[in-house]
């Protein structure tokens, strides 16, 4: 792809004054101010050579944008600890908001463009298909995504760095250091060749910038940022309308069937429940101090029906966990912050340090479930859920986490038990809301889309564990045991 690019453009310093002084510098603050009525997001990724002037090129961009709407970011400052948690944790913590933009001097890409040519055994735990993945999820959750690689020949580089050396002095050292391609030119140009055809794709192409000439890398680049950020634009409010008119329909063709095969009846008497329970909170405290001392984080899921047992299961697993390495995160519909984000950025931002465990009363799957049936978000962008969710929980798994996911099963006259008794309970009345009734009265669309969603999302890496929950002694029983048996494997191999 490099090849294509004309390194011999020439643009008069002159020349770009005017063209900046009488459109383009306004036509990007305008850009801008677009974006940010239309309440878009924008991410812009700058790529390209050491030494290729970028960070000459965001200045000069700045100029003519309002700086109280973006945020500048590098991923060689994204600290030891952030490098510890799955590989994009730090880039969701720092989506933009809607309306702003977030721009990367150095993103996703330089750890594997940069560790893998130097030393492959020590490259990161990613893949060309995992930034494909993610870019797809931030241009389907409509973030504008703005890509960008400045090219720069061999001879340019090498100039370009003799004058910022003569400009930094003494500081141009470590940094020299640190971010060398000396003497790998060819080695870079193949590896950056690779990278730029793996991740050129229709929904997040690369721009490819001429750099042996500033000036008319800046005219390029500006450019292409009036143009992307108006087309997207366009879109977003095209997209808003619809979304607005639309009435959706489902088309679900196969047919899911998992909860009608749960035996309801398994149960467990009070005495051996309460020695096992002993038993397990015992071992599960164990095997935190050991999956902590060896990193390994682990998360836990729980879903299942209102009144299913939830808190109780949970509350079985924490009295067994150090306070000091485990955090409960509930959730409940999005409030008014967490709208403004991509719908998984308000997990990410909750994913454990190495050796914590994080549990999660109600998750993710929200998407598929309560925001399908309450018609909340259109099929065509709930319906990708089932993939974003699996592509998302692959890459924690291969970050070294334990990822278990429970559904607890209970059958409907057994909730209504549950829910009369919690009305007639004063200490318990507080569990009982009108909308829990309301959703009950949807018991068979909800198993649908429960049977779909564990149909699709029930992975070797992250698997669906149904637990049969009419017997509140089981459950909790099979969750712990679960958790035990998962970790033990995990540190078998390990």
Not at 44 to 66: A, H, P, T
Not at 356 to 370: N, P, S
């Amino acid at each position: 792809m490099l090849k294509k690019v004309n390194l011999d453009a020439k643009l008069k310093k002159s020349e770009l004054k005017k063209l900046l002084d009488e459109k383009l510098g306004y036509e990007l603050g305008k850009a801008q101010r677009a974006a940010r009525d239309a309440g878009m997001p924008v991410i812009m990724v700058f790529e390209g050579w050491r030494n290729s002037r970028r960070s000459e090129i965001l200045g000069k961009m700045m100029q003519f944008m309002d700086a109280r709407g973006f945020h500048v970011y590098t991923s060689s400052r994204i600290t030891e600890e952030e490098r510890k948690l799955p590989f994009f944790t730090p880039f969701w913590k720092r989506l933009p908001a809607p309306g702003h933009m977030a721009i990367y001097r150095h993103s996703w890409y330089y750890l594997k463009n940069d560790m893998e040519v130097k030393n492959e055994e020590k490259s990161v735990n990613t893949t060309f298909d995992h930034i494909n993945a993610f870019e797809k999820q931030l241009t389907d959750g409509h973030y504008c995504l703005l890509k960008f690689f400045v090219h720069v020949s061999e001879k340019q580089q090498e100039k370009n760095k003799k004058n910022i050396i003569k400009e930094t002095g003494k500081a141009w050292k470590p940094i020299h250091e640190i971010y060398s391609e000396e003497d790998q030119y060819d080695k870079f140009y193949k590896r950056y060749n690779e990278m730029l055809k793996a991740t050129d794709t229709e929904y997040a192409p690369w721009n490819l910038i001429s750099g042996d000439d500033v000036d008319v890398a800046e005219y390029e680049v500006f450019n292409a940022i009036v143009d992307g950020i108006n087309k997207a634009v366009k879109a977003f409010t095209t997209y808003k309308e619809a979304q607005r008119l639309s009435t959706n329909v489902s088309d679900s063709k196969r047919k899911y069937d998992v909860l009608s095969k749960v035996d309801l009846s398994k149960n467990i008497a009070k005495d051996e429940y309460k020695a096992k329970l002993a038993e397990y909170q015992k071992r599960l405290r164990e095997l935190q101090v050991e999956a902590f001392n060896k990193g390994i984080s682990t998360i836990l899921a729980f879903e299942g029906w209102d009144a299913g047992g939830k808190g109780g299961a949970i509350k079985r697993v924490t009295e067994a966990l150090d306070p000091l390495d485990f955090s409960v995160h509930p959730y409940s519909a999005p409030n008014q912050v967490e709208r403004m984000f991509h719908y998984l950025w308000r997990f990410w931002i909750n994913v454990p340090e190495p050796g914590q465990f994080a549990l999660f009363d109600r998750t993710w799957y929200g998407r598929v479930m309560v925001e399908r049936i309450e018609k909340i978000t259109p099929d065509v962008d709930w319906r990708r859920g089932y993939d974003e969710i699996n592509e998302m929980e692959k890459e924690w798994t291969e970050a070294n986490i334990v990822v278990l996911k429970f559904w607890l099963q209970i059958d409907k006259d057994e909730q209504a038990r549950r829910f009369k008794e919690r009305e007639n309970n004063p200490e318990k009345l507080w569990k009982i809301t009108d909308e829990d009734w309301r959703n009950r009265a949807k018991w068979g669309e909800y198993e649908d889309a429960v049977n779909e969603m564990i149909g699709r999302t029930n992975t070797d890496y992250a698997p669906w564990i149904i637990v049969e929950a009419n017997s509140k002694y089981y459950a909790r029983l099979k969750v712990l045991k679960s958790i035990i048996d998962a970790l033990e494997k995990k540190l078998k191999d390990k």
